[in-house]
């Protein structure tokens, strides 16, 4: 069965700084990769997601994703953070049904961020 | 362009009771999926409609948990009866078809408490 692991539960950035977010997938085969963030008492939000192509994606408010299918890494990255961005970020996998369309996404723990001024 | 609700926000119930939660996906969307997260732990897939047929529901826990999508729209999720362990966070997603159902779209969940 396929897995995602997101191996740090919490990180401490400060405001302005580089961040880059973990993420590992366990998968026979190169499954669809997403990366969502949960802001307090809202729903999650796709920030990115690679099927194909191009290693590296571009996602939302400024952060981009690299898949290194040798070491079966997705990690998100921003180049300066700010202190909005604090919240839960979930990396997930997906895989196709035979009806050519998503099945059920499976998701890392979560890693929270927090922002110091 | 309305994005997918879930009803209640908020659920507390003693165990042994029945909760009904409910889910609107945003209009056109055939795709229909239930997750759940349990406190701690990471958020799980439970099921998966396409218009009203159930999928996939490889990720129901256990008999006492019911999901519908009637006439393809809402879906609502039974819980009956309700166990300790059921707490959690129960989120909908939902989606187009083809290619673009890989991109799903979430609701702000209901927090469920048994106690």
């Known amino acids: 069965a396929q897995s995602v692991t997101q191996p740090d539960i919490h990180i401490t950035v400060s405001e302005g700084a580089s961040l880059e977010l973990r993420c590992n997938y366990s998968y026979g085969a190169t499954p669809y990769l997403f990366w969502y963030v949960q802001s307090p008492g809202q729903g999650l939000q796709l920030l990115l997601k690679?099927?194909?192509?191009?290693?590296l994606v571009q996602g939302i408010k400024g952060f981009e994703a690299e898949f290194k299918r040798s070491q079966s890494s997705f990690n998100l990255r921003k180049p300066s953070v700010h202190w909005s961005d604090a919240a839960e970020y979930f990396c997930a996998v997906g895989l196709a049904y035979s009806g050519g369309g998503a099945d059920g996404l499976t998701f890392g723990k979560g890693t929270h961020l927090i922002i110091q001024p | 362009e309305a994005g997918v609700t879930q009803f209640p926000s908020h659920s507390v119930i003693e165990k042994g009771q029945t909760v009904t939660l409910r889910c609107d996906p945003i209009?056109?969307?055939?795709?229909l999926y239930w997750y759940r997260r349990v406190m701690g732990k990471e958020i799980k897939f439970l099921l998966h409609f396409v218009k009203e047929s159930k999928q996939d529901e490889s990720g129901m826990p256990n008999n006492r948990f019911l999901a519908e999508r009637t006439g393809g729209t809402y879906s609502t999720l039974k819980v009956q009866p309700a166990e300790l362990e059921d707490s959690g966070v129960y989120f909908c997603?939902?989606?187009?078809?083809?290619?673009?159902?890989?991109?799903?779209?979430f609701g702000p969940g209901t927090r469920l408490t048994v106690t």
């Open positions: 690679y099927f194909s192509g191009d290693t």
């Open positions: 209009s056109g969307h055939d795709n």
């Open positions: 997603a939902s989606s187009l078809t083809g290619r673009h159902s890989y991109e799903q779209y």
